[in-house]
């Protein structure tokens, strides 16, 4: 992966890479029914439990918001099956499995968003809102203005999401057991939408319940497992990182030339300090407040707010939720650590190189091992939890759209409000299925691309977009239909701009030699001394030179075609078997890089600039949040003193004593 | 609403709610700095303090993990002292103001 690797989110990691990895399936086929019963019984119990919620749900209230029956406590859960993706659950544990302390660092601000959540967000949006988005912004703003862009939002943010889900999901899949991606596709899409849409929010709360308990567990059994032979001591685990000989060499990669002056016990304990991974601290702390500011502006998480009965029970969830979710990223840094101990960096990348597979293969090793029955029961398992996550994400994206759609625009702007209950309960069918339908062909349209910047467009977008208008129309009196209009747009488009602008692309001539060098190999480089910065702009924009670290002088190094000869030459001299295996082994892998080498150089044959025109990324950072959330809050301010709403600034009185209060709440649907 | 409208604007004048609003605007703002501050304080001090976070504290633990944990325990405990604190406090101020709802100021 190197410099190159894409890192919003350990999702970014885990979709960017399972694509190299070809085969059929970590399991082997005399234990693939032991996988398809595991994944039986799981979707079994998801489709009673879809039939149970379907004759309790009849009402608007019930199909978006579980009629705002569900307790703080369960909603706790849900909001944690809504947000642990497969992502958390495999990116991470893989990049702490491969980079160590940077792979955890990267797993905290998932956690602290949810204090912004908690203090401003949660409980003033129960109490003043109904289904969505666009019902909290147009309170006290033109209801169809803000509906609309509300919904086109929502949209935005939940599609991006959610493609990067189906893509990540079919991959998942295809890595795990071999079934063919589309099917993998066509099947999460199948199963998410007979949960939306024969039992609403009821149906997905509840498949979200059980996933996040199944993924508690699973990861709970397997830290047991991981941490029982140091005796449950911290300092015990880190003493046999800091020891362990995968590790150590792992680290001396990683760092190259630098790492020949130190021990091994040195190169140990770097794992366990910053800088292996993330390499750009402006490019960190942009992505921080994508992180901490975009989660409370994620539809779908708004969404949850609304299936308690009060605000107390809406700030309770939280509060659950953030025991779990903090608990659960806790628990990964041990299943990190252990997958690094047992199964060792090096065939952790062998099998996938964004460290994905580390989770399931450590599971399967905690079993017994790829040979025995309890090892493919456990991989089984964690494969039917990774596939139950990816469901239920999307179970709750495409219910947020669906309501963005039915709710907001047919509802709320085509209708005027005066839709019977009838109507409203089919509108939010019928958008189901379209976004279901939509979701699936986009993940069939984009297998194979690069999606691992649609994670981090959602979470920017949300931060720059939603976030600053849900915040101002709660908490600034001036703010207005026109300050949010103008945030809204000028805070999502620059996000989005930014990250088509940014190194998160594919770039033709970078592809084409990166393809070379491995194909060629590369010439002797002389040092290369450090160079300053032009100032603090040229970090941001490819307008003036950044700052570049110090080069060390390289050797040249042998192309894997030359390399590959030489192998063959040495095969056929080779008389001891084990030394022939090895040989052959690495013979195939090295047919394999040049095969991608040579595919790569074919897709991008003649091509110097990527799909928006660029030839080289003209934004240096992945993450646009650093420009665009300021952005985002400074527009909306703008447009609300520019222009002057009567009615916004009546209302103040109003909305702020019943987001305080809870006077006039919506109320529970009485079972 | 079949039910009258409060005076809104009466309600936001009440000493009751006034005192409702300073409190709680002084406590969220200042933990949610507090938090958002502490948060930040790890990817820079990752950043430009690494000979500090390279410290070894206990056994091969060093700063640079027991910040990161830290940021766990911080979290909850934010959490934790606003949910007790709105639970005692808050939401009995809120639930007064709203059984007299229709008292303050007459209604409309």
Redesign the interface.
């Known amino acids: 992966m190197g410099r190159s690797t894409p890192y919003f989110t350990g999702a970014a990691a885990f979709l960017a890479s399972g694509l190299a990895f070809a085969g059929e399936g970590a399991v082997a086929d005399q234990w693939k029914w032991l996988t398809f019963a595991v994944f039986g019984g799981i979707i079994a119990l998801t489709m009673y439990i879809t039939w149970r919620a379907s004759k309790r749900v009849h009402s608007t209230s019930e199909f978006y918001a579980a009629g705002r029956s569900v307790s703080g406590f369960q909603n706790g859960w849900a909001i944690a099956g809504d947000y642990l993706s497969a992502a958390s659950f495999l990116g991470i544990a893989g990049l702490i499995s491969l980079y160590g302390?940077?792979g955890?660092?990267y797993s905290?601000?998932f956690?602290?968003a949810?204090?912004?959540v908690?203090?401003?967000i949660a409980e003033p949006c129960r109490n003043i809102g109904k289904y969505t988005l666009g019902d909290i912004l147009a309170f006290r703003n033109d209801p169809k203005k803000t509906k609309t862009i509300a919904a086109i939002s929502t949209i935005t943010v939940s599609i991006f999401y959610l493609t990067a889900q189906m893509v990540g999901g079919g991959v998942l899949i295809k890595t795990l057991i071999g079934i063919d991606y589309e099917v993998s596709v066509i099947g999460v899409g199948v199963l998410m939408l007979a949960y939306v849409v024969f039992g609403g929010m009821v149906a997905t709360t509840w498949v979200q319940i059980v996933k996040a308990i199944l993924l508690v567990v699973a990861s709970l059994v397997m830290v047991a497992l991981v941490w029982a032979p140091y005796g449950f001591s911290?300092?015990g685990i880190?003493?046999h990182?800091?020891h362990d000989d995968g590790i150590q060499k792992e680290v001396a990669k990683l760092l190259g030339t630098s790492a020949a002056n130190m021990t091994p016990e040195e190169l140990?304990?770097r794992f366990?300090?910053?800088?292996l991974f993330?390499k750009n601290?402006i490019d960190?702390?942009s992505l921080?407040m994508a992180l901490?500011l975009g989660t409370a502006g994620l539809p779908h998480i708004l969404m949850r707010f609304f299936t308690v009965p009060n605000a107390?029970e809406a700030?309770?969830s939280?509060?659950w939720a953030?025991?779990i979710i903090?608990g659960f990223?806790?628990l990964t840094l041990f299943l990190g650590l252990g997958a690094a101990l047992n199964v060792g960096p090096a065939n952790i990348i062998a099998l996938d190189k964004g460290g994905n597979m580390a989770a399931p293969i450590l599971a399967q090793y905690l079993g017994g091992g790829a040979d025995s029955m309890m090892g493919n029961f456990f991989l089984a398992f964690v494969a039917a939890v990774a596939f139950a996550t990816i469901v239920a994400v999307v179970a709750g994206l495409v219910l947020a759209s669906a309501s963005a759609m039915a709710h907001d625009i047919y509802v709320g702007v085509i209708r005027g409000n005066h839709a019977t209950p009838n109507e409203q309960v089919t509108a939010a069918r019928v958008a189901s299925v379209i976004v279901g339908i939509v979701a699936i062909v986009i993940g069939i349209a984009a297998k194979g691309q690069n999606v691992a910047h649609l994670v981090g467009m959602a979470f920017a977008v949300a931060a720059s977009g939603n976030l600053p208008a849900v915040l101002l129309t709660l908490y600034w009196k001036r703010c207005n239909t026109w300050g949010i209009m103008l945030g809204m747009l000028v805070g999502s488009f620059s996000a989005i701009a930014l990250v088509m602008m940014s190194p998160n692309l594919t770039y033709p001539k970078t592809v084409i030699k990166d393809a070379t060098a491995v194909l060629d190999g590369t010439p002797a480089k002389e040092a290369v001394p450090a160079k300053a910065s032009e100032g603090f702009v040229c970090e941001l924009f490819a307008v003036c030179r950044n700052a570049e670290a110090a080069k060390p002088a390289a050797e040249a190094k042998p192309g894997a075609v030359e390399k590959l000869a030489t192998l063959n030459q040495k095969i056929a001299t080779l008389t001891d078997p084990a030394e022939l295996d090895k040989a052959k082994a690495d013979a195939g892998k090295l047919e394999k890089d040049i095969k991608k080498a040579q595919d790569d150089l074919k897709k991008f044959e003649g091509q110097t600039t990527n799909l928006v025109g660029l030839e080289k990324p003209f934004f240096r950072l992945k993450n646009p949040g650093i420009i665009s959330i300021p952005l985002g809050f400074l527009m909306v301010i703008l447009g609300s003193l520019l222009f002057r709403d009567k009615r916004a600034e009546a209302m103040w009185?109003?909305l702020?004593?019943?987001q305080?209060?809870?006077?006039?709440a919506e109320g529970a649907v009485a079972h | 609403m079949a039910s009258p409208q409060p005076d809104w604007a009466a309600i936001d004048r009440d000493p009751r709610f006034q005192t409702l609003h300073k409190k709680k605007t002084a406590f969220l703002w200042g933990l949610m700095v507090f938090s958002i501050v502490y948060y930040f304080l790890l990817p820079v001090g990752a950043a430009y303090f690494q000979d500090l976070f390279k410290v070894k504290i206990w056994g091969p633990l060093n700063v640079g993990l027991l910040f990161a944990l830290s940021e766990f325990i911080v979290a909850w405990v934010v959490a934790a002292i606003y949910a007790k604190r709105a639970n005692r406090e808050f939401d009995a101020m809120a639930a007064e103001i709203a059984r007299d709802a229709h008292k303050i100021g007459g209604s409309k």
């Open positions: 302390y940077d955890f660092m905290v601000g956690l602290v949810y204090i912004t908690l203090l401003v911290l300092p880190l003493d990182v800091i140990g304990q366990l300090e910053p800088g993330l601290p960190q702390i921080g901490v107390q700030r309770k939280v509060v953030m025991v903090g990223y806790v009185d109003e702020y004593v019943r305080h209060t809870g006077i006039q």
